[in-house]
């Protein structure tokens, strides 16, 4: 008998929950203004994060005789 992955059987799943994300964002901006500022601050320090890991990645590349376990679950 081969394993399986479950189904998902989450109750917003797909485009309903991008757009219910997106309505909760823009009524946090509109209703509570501080949110605003740390919505702000929060893409500020991830774009710097993102930005420090592609130029890292960029100089450092990652070799094939830097990976260990090509294979850590042993599919083939």
Partial sequence: ME???????GFLR?????II?????VLLFVGL?????LFVGSVVV???VAGIL??????HP????????KRPL???
């Fill in 54 to 59: 592609f130029l890292w990645n960029k100089s």
């Fill in 21 to 25: 994300a997106v309505v909760v964002v």
């Fill in 33 to 37: 203004p501080a949110y605003r500022w």
């Fill in 14 to 18: 797909g485009k309903a929950g991008l």
């Fill in 62 to 69: 990652v070799k094939e005789a830097d990976v260990n376990n």
């Fill in 3 to 9: 394993p399986s992955i479950p189904e998902s059987t």
């Fill in 74 to 76: 042993g599919l083939d």
């Fill in 46 to 48: 991830g774009l710097i």
